[in-house]
């Protein structure tokens, strides 16, 4: 959202934070958590699906903490693209879906004219851009040690209210509440990049996997001993933002020397991914699908399928996120960019 050196590092990791996004709507969001009649008829699969969640559920907060590590330069012309972002797919699969011939309801038209609001990440990213001025000067004027007291209290708050105690509010991480945590998680970590960087990437990822691989195996085996599955795949479980702090690290310390250029250019277009894929009139037709697979061809089959239907969409995601590009720096430099200079409005 805003202009910053693209490093490509960083660049990739959008991409396969976004990845493991369309990976997770793959698996609980479509054919539902997995329970003890799950356990119990198809253990490996049901550990597999258990393992899948748990590796793809870091996906959302390592894209929030990719904006906290940069620091959101909050302007006009950035939130007004986003903005235009979140109309243009919105309306552009609207489009699409009636040119096709798709079955589009009332509820459906409504729900793409209604700017995003039925994807949560939308008014929780736009809420943390509005308030980004204020988060950096928080940053800016607190010293270290005091910001890294006040993320202690705020993880083990959230833990206690966003995990354990699920009240509305909170939303298991569903919420501005924790993009704001998240984007000063990720600020603090800049600021103790020293540290950081004495610990190899191969150290950091070995760790995200032992943080992932333990609660699985803790979920499973309480699904078929107790029945009970402890829940830790949720975006404000301290598992969840552990894992998160180790696998944005890991990117952190890996160079990129090679398609740096095709990794940034579809890098861009990452929102796109998460705008289209859930989309009132595509969501029906997803979930319709991939159960159709997993009840027909089994658990081996519908994880290839998954793989291949996630590339397929960041791929189409892309594509048709290049036109949104041209259009709107034809717009911002054609209409909005002079109507706001002239009344000072571009900061």
């Known amino acids: 959202m805003n202009k910053t050196v693209r490093l490509s590092n960083f660049e990739l990791l959008r991409i396969i934070a976004m990845a493991m996004i369309v990976l997770l709507h ?5 054919i539902g ?3 003890t009649i799950d356990v119990a008829e198809n253990p490996s699969g049901s550990f597999w699906r258990i393992l899948a969640q748990q590796i793809c559920i870091v996906g959302a907060n390592v894209f929030v903490m990719i904006s906290g590590w940069f620091g959101i330069n909050a302007k006009v012309k950035g939130g007004s693209n986003f ?3 979140v109309v243009y797919h919105s309306l552009a699969v609207l489009l699409v879906a009636w040119l096709v011939g798709l079955d589009i309801s009332k509820a459906q038209i409504i729900q793409s004219l209604s700017l995003g609001s039925w994807n949560w990440f939308v008014p929780c990213y736009l809420g943390l851009y509005i308030l980004s001025p204020v988060l950096n000067a928080y940053v800016n004027n607190v010293s270290v040690k005091t910001q890294g007291k006040l993320l202690l209290c705020f993880l083990v708050f959230e833990a206690l209210y966003g995990w354990i105690l699920k009240p509305n509010y909170f939303s298991g991480g569903y919420s501005i509440i924790s993009f704001i945590g998240l984007y000063l998680l990720a600020r603090y970590l800049r ?3 020293e540290n950081i960087n004495q610990h190899s990437a191969l150290k950091y990822f070995l760790g995200y996997l032992i943080i992932i691989i333990l609660p699985a195996w803790v979920s499973f085996l309480g699904l078929k001993l107790t029945g009970h599955g402890f829940f830790f795949v949720a975006y404000s479980s301290p598992i969840v933002i ?3 702090v180790l696998l944005f690290l890991c990117f952190s310390r890996i160079k990129i020397n090679i398609c740096e ?7 861009s277009s990452m929102f796109a991914v998460i705008m289209i894929h859930v989309h009132p009139i595509i969501a029906p037709y997803f979930r319709s699908f991939m159960i159709g697979v997993y009840t027909n061809d089994g658990i081996v089959k519908y994880t290839f399928v998954a793989v291949a239907v996630t590339i397929i969409i960041l791929v189409i995601s892309v594509l048709l996120d290049q036109p949104r590009k041209y259009t709107w720096n034809k717009i911002w430099e054609g209409c909005l960019h002079p109507f706001l200079s002239k009344r000072k409005l571009t900061d």
């Open 26 to 30: 793959c698996n609980y969001w479509m």
């Open 33 to 35: 958590s997995v329970g």
């Open 83 to 85: 903005l235009y972002q």
């Open 191 to 193: 600021l103790r990049e």
């Open 242 to 244: 552990i894992a998160s």
């Open 261 to 267: 250029k095709i990794i940034n250019w579809g890098a």
